[in-house]
C-alpha cells in the first residue's frame, strides 16, 4: 500500500504520523477524504456510502470546506416558470430552490401560477452596501468624537488604501458610531458580482492602518458587530446591507379568487394582523410570514453563504386592496384588487466566488442565466438578489391566501407533509 491509498492514510491518522486536515499533502482530494470516511465510519459506525457519492472532483470543494468526507445532497426543484419584470433580470424564469420541506415549493410554485395571472412580477434593487465595522478604543469620549471628526475629513485617504486590495469593490462610505471611549466604523462597498464579505473585510484590514498611523485610535478587532453579519441586527433592517430589493405585483381579484381561493380584503387583513401587528408585538425584525423559506432555499441552490439567511429573513411584506386596475389607489370598497410587495433590507448574494463554483450550484445559476461575473459589473448579482426577492413574493402571497382560507393544515395533509 502508498500514501495514495485511503487505508493507508487513515493508518497514518491512527497512529498520530498524520492529522486530518494535513492528508491532502500526502495525496490528492478524493482519496484525502476517503481516508477521513473509513476513519468516522470506524469510530462511529456510520454507514457512509451515500455521503461518498458526489458528482465532482473534492479539489472542487478545497476553498470551500475542510476535512471533508464527502457531500449532503439537498433535494433541489424549480418554481415557476415565472414572469419577471426586473432592473437587472426580465422575461420568465425558473426559480432553483433546494430544500428538505415538503410542500414549499408546492406553495411557492402556487405563488409564481398567481404572479403570471397577473402580467408578471416587479422587482428592483434599492441599494447595493456590503458592510464591515471594526472597533477601535481610544481614551474618552473627547478622542472618540475627534476620531470620529477626522473620519469624516479622511474618507478620500481611506477609500484610497481600501480600493488598493482589489480591482472590484468600491468603498462609498464610512460611517463612525461613538458608544464611551469605543469608536465603530462601519465600512460600505459595493462589491459588484461577489457577496463580498472577505472583499470588505481585506479592503477594511487596509483602511484601518491608515487610522492607526493617523490618529491615536487602536484597533481592537476587524469586526466590531456593527457590521452586522450573521446575526439579527435593526441597523441592517434599517440601512440595509448587502442588496436592498424589492418585489411586488398588483394581482385581479378574479386571480386571487380562481387561484389563490380567497379575496384581496382578506389576505390584506391576514398581513396587517399577523406580519405586521403580530411581529410586532413579537418584537420581531422580519415582518413577514415565511421569507426565510424562500431565501433559504434559493441560497442552497444556488451558492450562497447559507448563514446569512439570518439577514436575508430581514424583510417587510404589504398586503392592500387596491383600485382596479392598478392604480395604486387604496380602496375600502370590495371590488378592488390586490396589492402584495416584499422587500428585503439585507439580502447578502453574490454570483462569483464562495459555493457559486461548485458544480451543482453552478448550474443552478445557469437555470437563473446568471453566473459569473455580469456586464456591467455586479448585473448578475442584482439579477439574482431580485429572482429571490420574487421567490419570497411567491411565498408570501401563497402562505398567507392559504391563512386566508384557512386550508394551510389541509393542504399540508393533503401532501402528505
Known sequence: MTDTDPETLADRVREGDLRLYELEEHADADVAAAARRLLVESESDADLATTSEYAFPAADAEANIENM???VQVPIGVAGPVEIDGGAISGERYLPMATTEGALLASVNRGCAALDAAGGAGARVLKNRMTRAPAFRVADVAEAEALASWVR??????REAAESTTSHGELHEVTPYVVGNNVYLRFAYDTKDAMGMNMATIATEAACEVVEDETSAHLVALSGNLCSDKKPAAINAVEGRGRTVAADVTVPRETVKRTLKTTPEAVAEVNTRKNLVGSAKAGGLGFNAHVANSVAAMFLATGQDAAQV?????????????ARGGG???TGERDGDLYVSVTLA?????????????PTQSEALDVLGVRGGGDPAGSNADALAEAVAVAALAGELSLLSALASRNLSSAHADLGR
Not at 351 to 358: C, F, M, N, W
Open 310 to 322: 439570518v439577514e436575508g429573513a430581514n424583510a417587510i411584506t404589504t398586503a392592500e386592496v387596491v
Open 328 to 330: 395604486g389607489d387604496s
Open 69 to 71: 468526507i464527502g457531500a
Open 153 to 158: 475629513d479622511n474618507v478620500d485617504s481611506l
Open 346 to 358: 439585507s439580502l447578502e448574494v453574490g454570483t462569483v466566488g464562495g459555493g457559486t463554483k461548485l
